[in-house]
């Protein structure tokens, strides 16, 4: 292996004198450190966003929601509470009421989902990032006010203490529409979740909620927070299947698996993508070797002729792309890893600079471009990498141990 190790890197030294085979070799090893440190920065990317939806989206949207068939509402729902409280797989369960209407505010009209909350035994924390510690002290000091999302607050022009009305739809038994009902609300603060929720979403309390809807047990419903959300499909069935009384069952995959679905989606087309593009790279080197095959056939008949092994040929000139290779993998690798943990002021540099906005706000449900490094990301890179390097190495290789001496020192 020694032996090989110098033949490679007298071949390589012989190369950089052919400016043609040099530039092709050169150009491998950059798409090679190209492709490395793309593809691991936008899978950081990609881990970003996923965890930023975890964060940010599933720390305050339900994972789980099981709620009444009829406007009966959860028959003794805190004993039943108190029951599914013992289940392992959940982190929480708390009451609700969903109610839908139009917010009303000096002749303006807009669509908002007010969820009613029995705010005096909701943990805070849950929330910190969403409202601010004084809209929630005031919040949770009169049934009579209300949390709505930022976007609301923004386009009716809103402050703290305005007061606003809700009109919510009112059905007899024989569903057919009466005049709405008007709920009369205070401005407590605001809700900032991101992107579209903060349009249209906005918090209340579970007595006025209930009583505003007719629930007669006084919860619409129950929401659940699960240890790991990525499972709250398959955990809803289940407490839902063996609920005592008839519900529906929703979980956060069919109101914002979307975005998750996205995130995997993208992540998976980057990975393919960009495995491609360093497959093509990796072309270069068979090219490079090919030539210096060619360039070499009377030094390899020499060689042969002195008694060296096929095995000795084939390792020099696997070695030979390898080097090539694996400078290309530690260069984009190492870059990468410096990059994707400070990509997020890298871009809001770049936005400062020329003075525009990659994430807006009022689209998507950030307005930062996030990144999160995973060791196994870079491992894997490296390694499918390391593997697309051998095998265009395998070729030129097999080709060199061809030559014919004979042939080779007679032309």
Known sequence: ??????????????????????????????????????????????????????????????????????????????????????????????PYTKITGMLQHKGALKPVELTGLAVASVDYSQWRQQVTPQAWERFRQSHNTVLLGQGLIEKFGLEVGDNLGVLVPVTSDDMVFKAPQRIKLTLAGSLSIGGELDNYLGLMHLGKASQAANIDSGAQGLRFRLHDPYQAKTVMRDIGYRFPQAVYMSDWTRTQGHLYNDIQLVRTVVYIVLTLVIAVACFNIVSTLVMAVREKRAAIAILKTMGAQDSLIRQAFILQGLTNGIIGIVAGTVLAVITAPNLASIVKTIEGVFNTEILSGDIYFINFLPSQLQVMDVVLTVVVAVILVVLATLYPASQAVKVAPASALNG
Request: aromatic share 10%.
């Open 1 to 94: 292996m020694k032996l090989a190790w110098q033949l490679a890197r007298r071949f390589r030294q012989a190369k950089q004198q052919n400016r043609y085979i040099s530039f092709i070799s050169f150009s491998s090893t950059f798409g090679i450190g190209l492709g490395c440190f793309v593809l691991i920065t936008l899978l950081s990317v990609m881990n970003g966003f996923e965890r930023e939806l975890t964060h940010r989206i599933l720390a305050v949207i339900p994972h789980g929601e099981l709620y009444s068939v009829s406007n009966e509402g959860i028959n003794n729902w805190p004993a039943v509470m108190t029951e599914l409280e013992r289940d392992e797989r959940l982190v929480s369960v708390e």
